[in-house]
């Protein structure tokens, strides 16, 4: 049996767990605990180790998503998780500019060492007052050739378009 | 929809790079305790900027000393009578009130000074409303400003380490252009030591190993650096660093096969 890894990471309440949750065939495997820091003023319950799901591909192939935790001392397990994975999809909360900048040094941890295949997923969008996704774009300072996708986490249409858009970057990049 | 967010989360450098970049027209509201701001942009240039709400009257002109009482009469009559869609800025110069030179050397001066006077905010709330406009009789610049410039003066006004250790964590990163940083260039003025700095940036050395090559002290680099960021023209990374090649790198990207990826696709699509 061949595995196949995508990881899905983003900042504090970026919608992590939800995107996995509404995509995996199993039930979402995460260790969650009542957060004790900073991040209790915006979530009750967060992720502090990981998220797992799982999507069989075929008999012989199956593809893991994992979620990264989001709080910054857990930064170690990134490049855990990171190892061998086929592509990332970065999370942000397009209603809180005040992880933009969180956001930024995610994508950095990721690309800097490896040429990663990686999607912006503007998630909330439907929330009022969500900034576009080519708003975004400007506000993360990526460059035009990355796909900023609006994204919804719950929703399973909405998930299903990033993981294609991000296979088909990674498509591109493959070999015959 | 109006973007709302705090400076201290989003920096106004930031703020003022996206409307460059994204050619946005509207009004941005600042706030901070008892002080307020006003900036007007018009297709991602600035027209005008505020700290005092009487600034978007049209007697600033007066006190300004670029009209006389009675000059400023017959431009709002005439701004009157021409009805919509001028302005009082069209009209001054269309009747040649004023000339355009000095007109615009003082409201560009009066606005550059209001934004760089933002960048000591430590935090404060905005709210940016897209396609607002300024009020067709109040004192807008005739040729709106680059914000590229308002970014690189209001970085070097900026002289606390914390903001600029937000996108300069350490000094041993390396310094490098961006792929096409050549449009960016136009209109920025570099000062003596910025040319020393930007001088060494060969992508390979460090802030620290710059700061030592140009005789500058380190936080003197960073700051220097900040501005360039900001404006857009380089870019910070960590230096490479040798991967191991079982443990992924761009040779297991290489691997993967399109086959896969097809698989993959199809799976998804049909779920």
Partial sequence: MQTVKMVISGAVNAGKTEFIRSISEIEVVSTERRATDDTRMIKKETTVAMDFGRIAIGPDLVLHLFGTPGQKRFDFMWEILSEGMLGLVILVDSTRPETFRETNRIIDFFISYRDTAYVIAANKQDRPNAWSPEELRLALRQPPHIKVLPCVASDRESVKNVLLELLYVIQERSEE | MALVGNIRDFGLSDFLYLVDRGDKTGGLYLSHGQETALLFFERGKLVMAVRRPEDQQPDLLVRLGLLSENQLARARASLAARGNGATLTEVILAENLAPREQLQGALQSFSEEAVYSLFGWPEGEFR????????????????????????????????????????????????????QPGVRIKGIKLSTEEWRVIARINGRDTLAEI?????????????????????????????????????GGPAEMSRVKRSLVNRIINRIKGM
Avoid: W
């Avoid at chain 2, 003066?153 to 252009?177: A, N, Q, W």
């Fill in chain 2, 128 to 179: 940016f409303e897209q396609n607002q406009r300024p009020d067709p009789a109040a004192p807008t610049i005739p040729s709106p400003i680059s914000v590229d410039h308002l970014i690189m003066e209001g970085s070097r006004r900026i002289d606390e380490m914390g903001r600029i250790k937000d996108r300069i964590p350490s000094t041993d990163l390396v310094v490098r252009f961006l792929d």
């Fill in chain 2, 211 to 247: 700061a030592q090559k140009t005789n500058l002290k380190e936080f003197d680099v960073c700051r220097i650096v900040y501005g360039f960021l900001t404006a857009g023209l380089v870019e910070v990374v960590k230096k490479p660093v040798p991967m191991p090649l079982a443990r």
